[in-house]
């Protein structure tokens, strides 16, 4: 059954080079690592904080994300789970850090749920040093492994980009089969980088790419030239067979893209919608009630300041839903 997509309020057109800057603005902020302890540890600004997430987060603890992985299957869906937190720059919170997924890779074995893994390497020691990081994602790979689910390694800045494909192809050679990748399509490298990743059989992530980041290294987030980018790639992979997770809320995207399997014949298995949880839930429904493979991506833990500055700056008009959501006493629906 066809489930009716709500209309997306918007600003008028000729608003747009201003709201392309409020987006911009929005991103950078979000790198910002003095604004993000200010938010992070003052008590005031941590409340207002926490309040804008729930609409973007399922939940601070281990127990909350299982909850929520609960809800997304019992809806059809497949689910993959990332406890918050990138740039850590300390060994020790490193490996404590690690520990919360090994505890989530425990907690989703007890419940049986058919859900991924997903991190930073920055979060689990890349920016300390890139042994630790490889040692650490190493750890919970393997605990993964032992019950067949599946590790996704997430997409940092540009600066990191190297560093974390090198480790990828590094775990795959190493016999860990279970990881996958994800590939922002915005990045003018990414044409080179898609060749060498579809080399090493493990998923493929493909996304927009949220990160604020120079013309020089990557396409504005709302031109052509990124749709024009990302529907070539998605197209590559499917007509590849190669395993991979088609990630854009973008309906002219997804259209274009199931055409493109319906008239290419292309046979499921190998790839999958993805949507971020309670950002693209009726579109997910919507593919999946025509026999589509979906999957949501969930997050969770406090350190939601990236997160959510880049959920709001994907469309800037969330920064009335924000302040909404400040005022009132606002749920997160089941």
Known sequence: MFVPSPVIPSFPPEWQPVVDKAAASLRALALDLHAKERFCSDPVLQAYMHKVS????????????????????????????????????????????????????????????????????????????????YRNARRVIQAAASSGREVMISMENFERTDAIYRLYARLHGDGYANVGITMPARRHRSAQDL??????????????????????????????????????????????????????HDRSIQHDLTSLIASDGIAPGQYEFESLDGLGTEQVANLRAQGYATREYLVFGAEHFLYVLNRIAEEPVRVYQAITDLLADYTRPA
Not at 104 to 118: F, K, N
Not at 195 to 210: N, Q, S, T, W, Y
Request: aromatic content about 6%; hydrophobic content about 45%.
């Open 54 to 133: 729930q609409r973007y987060v399922a939940g601070q603890t281990v127990g909350d994300a299982v909850r929520r992985v609960a809800q997304i299957r019992a809806a059809g869906h497949r689910a993959s789970a990332e406890y918050m937190g990138e740039s850590v720059h300390d060994e020790a919170l490193a490996n404590a850090e690690t520990e919360v997924f090994l505890n989530l890779v425990r907690a989703l074995d007890a419940a049986g749920h058919d859900c991924s893994i997903s991190f930073d390497l920055s979060h689990l020691g890349l920016l300390v040093d890139e042994e630790l990081g």
């Open 195 to 248: 060749a060498r990743l579809m080399e090493i059989p493990g998923r493929i992530r493909l996304v927009k790419g949220a990160f604020h980041e120079p013309e020089s290294v990557s396409y504005a987030r709302n031109s052509a030239e990124l749709a024009q980018a990302y529907r070539s790639y998605a197209a590559t992979l499917l007509r590849s067979g190669h395993l991979c997770s088609i990630a854009t």
